[in-house]
């Protein structure tokens, strides 16, 4: 079988088993799984930022947490007890101030807009777009490259958390949104724990790698391979790099808002820990484990790496020492094995034919 | 009103202008003038020659024509269109295509991929998503590949090729941006005397296709290929004329004086 089969086979039976897992779980590990497929989203979007465009955000828990909020704040108004105005803001307003969203703490009008789902839903991924897209045009248009937009990226992911976590009378602060109504569509009531959830995470992705793969097989996916090999080269044969970039990070940062708000949905809280540093870095070494430059590489990354977490997390010898582990994983795979397990695995491939070649040739 | 007597005084007279003009250029790092009112005009066709000694400003000439480098003063116009400070892929798009000393090509693609990339028509972003590249190459790669000995490498990752082969596919990326005006710094550097050889062919049939200008300080590689040759000396134009005229120049002796690079020609 030649690479590119197995490739198209992989596929196959990833999907394949992510929709039928269902099944086999119970309503416990259908929510969990159901979050790791949400983490496989954002895995996703590094690989095709990172592994195809070169670019590595630090910053992507960033556009996770907005989305997760702009969600979060619609499925917190959609909750009757909250209305006209949410708990969070009845604990931090003046004694004196009017009962109602326009003004009871300062700036709790910008969530009038939230009390239609569907504005909190199109905000997730528009938010985190707009923001890549204003953050993206500064860096590169003034030719930021490499580890500085990665500072750069992680600096704005701590602003945005630390202004998350101090106006708390607008976002619930340090502990976030919690307390939400079930996400309803057209009188379909999604359920966490249940199928509904898992099969909207799941159908999403599939949507997701499945247009990017559309996506990277048109030309723009060969630009961007050749702007991660040399962009100064691709400059010189007439691309504007700075757009193919502006867009690249763009997408990827609409992907991390997607995924945040089905990290609502599957985990009910959005949180400032959603924009802390390490979330970011682990989302990069969910797509470095897998293979940074396969969308697929990044899925599995992400749900082994959480897998093994989550038992990590249930055995106390292990639980301390999982943030080591991590990082630990991370120094091993980009000095051994920078492009991950499919890395290990297209290098067999590669590898095999032309030993037999050159054994002929040795021995004829 | 004086600066615009300036640009009616840089903008070319004749009836067609020059494919490549230069006027006033002039580029500062740190105060320290690496090139200095130049004034180059290369006719259409023109294979041009541009030699120096180490230093001499050759390298950076080429990075202000191509936009690597903006100029602190002067102009650089492309027939009757002022490129100055338009930037790389701009001026890239207007018809100038740059060959860098060491090889710039992408190495984890192949050299059909590469080829693909470099004749590419459509640069813009919405322009590329939804169309794919053929599977094979179209009639021009091929063309562009047999004539830089290439058709038969076209599955080959282009990190997989030698030296010289490296050095003629970024020639013929160059080549297929299809572009009016080629630069070339020190395409034979490295290549054996064969792949020389065959180097020089390819220039002379170039010219006249296309504009030529070429770095190179190899005087027996120059000898073979030239027409007029540029002698830059200390970031300035030291002299013009056919190689004979330049050997016998005085300036030109006394300016490489201790130097090999003339007297091993």
Request: charged letters at 15%; a neutral charge; one cysteine or more.
């Amino acid at each position: 079988m030649t690479y590119r089969s197995t490739s198209i086979a992989a596929y196959i039976v990833f999907f394949a088993v992510v929709f039928a897992l269902p099944f086999f779980l119970n309503s416990f590990w259908t929510n969990r799984v159901a979050t790791y497929l949400v983490y496989a989203i954002c895995a996703v979007g590094i690989s095709l930022a990172w592994g195809y465009t070169g670019i590595l955000s630090l910053g992507q828990g960033l556009f996770f947490g907005m989305g997760a909020y702009m969600l979060a704040m619609s499925l917190t108004l959609a909750v009757p007890e909250n209305n006209p105005v949410p708990d969070l803001m009845l604990l931090n307003m003046q004694p004196d101030a009017v009962r109602d969203l326009c003004c009871v703490t300062p700036g709790s009008f910008l969530w009038i807009p939230f009390r239609w789902v569907a504005v909190g839903m199109i905000a997730g991924l528009l938010v985190p777009c707009a923001l890549a897209a204003g953050l993206g045009y500064v860096m590169f248009k003034r030719r930021t490259t490499g580890v500085y937009v990665s500072i750069i990226t992680l600096a704005f992911a701590l602003i945005g958390q630390l202004l998350v976590i101090n106006n708390q009378p607008l976002t619930g602060g340090f502990n976030g949104l919690a307390s939400f109504a079930p996400l309803t569509i057209a009188g379909f009531e999604f359920d966490p724990y249940g199928p509904s959830v898992y099969y909207a995470v799941a159908g999403i992705l599939f949507l997701v790698v499945l247009g990017l793969r559309l996506l990277l097989s048109a030309r723009i996916g060969q630009v961007l391979k050749a702007i991660r090999e040399d962009e100064a080269r691709a400059r010189y044969l007439g691309y504007d790099v700075e757009s193919y970039k502006l867009f690249v990070f763009c997408l990827s940062a609409t992907i991390a808002g997607l995924a945040g708000m089905l990290f609502t949905l599957t985990a009910e809280f959005a949180s400032p820990s959603l924009m802390a540093t390490s979330f970011s870095i682990s989302m990069v070494i969910w797509a470095a484990t897998g293979g940074r430059a396969s969308l697929l590489g990044a899925c599995i990354g992400a749900l082994l790496v959480n897998f093994v977490g989550s038992y990590a997390s249930e055995n106390a010898v292990l639980q301390p020492v999982w943030p080591i582990i991590l990082g630990g994983l991370f120094v091993f795979v980009v000095l051994v094995m920078p492009n991950g397990i499919v890395g290990l695995i297209k290098a067999w491939f590669e590898r095999t034919p032309r030993d037999n070649s050159s054994r002929r040739e040795a021995y004829p | 009103m004086n600066a615009v007597t300036r640009i009616e005084a840089a903008r070319p007279q004749a009836a067609t202008p020059p494919i490549l003009t230069t006027r006033n250029l002039t580029v500062r790092f740190d105060d320290f003038p690496a090139v200095s009112n130049v004034d180059l005009s290369i006719e259409d066709g023109e294979l041009r020659v541009i030699i120096g000694a180490n230093g001499a400003g050759k390298s950076t000439l080429l990075d202000l024509l191509c936009g690597k480098v903006l100029p602190s003063e002067g102009e650089i116009w492309l027939r009757d269109r002022n490129i100055t400070g338009i930037g790389e892929a701009a001026i890239a798009r207007g018809g100038v295509g740059r060959k860098f000393q060491t090889p710039a090509v992408f190495k984890e693609m192949t050299v059909l991929e590469n080829l693909q990339i470099a004749s590419n028509r459509y640069v813009k972003v919405r322009d590329n998503l939804f169309r794919r590249f053929s599977r094979g190459p179209t009639d021009r790669e091929l063309a562009v590949a047999e004539r830089t000995g290439l058709s038969s490498f076209m599955k080959r990752k282009a990190g997989e090729l030698s030296h010289g082969q490296l050095q003629w596919l970024e020639l013929a990326m160059v080549l297929s941006q299809d572009p009016k005006v080629i630069l070339l710094d020190e395409p034979a550097a490295g290549m054996t005397a064969a792949e020389t050889d065959k180097t020089a062919e390819l220039l002379l049939a170039l010219a006249g296709e296309h504009t030529v200008l070429v770095i190179e300080h190899d005087m027996a590689f120059v000898r073979r290929i030239c027409r007029t040759i540029t002698v830059l000396h200390q970031g300035s134009v030291l002299a013009e004329g056919t190689a004979d005229d330049i050997e016998k120049n005085p300036a030109v002796i006394e300016a490489y004086l201790g130097s090999a690079t003339l007297s091993h020609a």
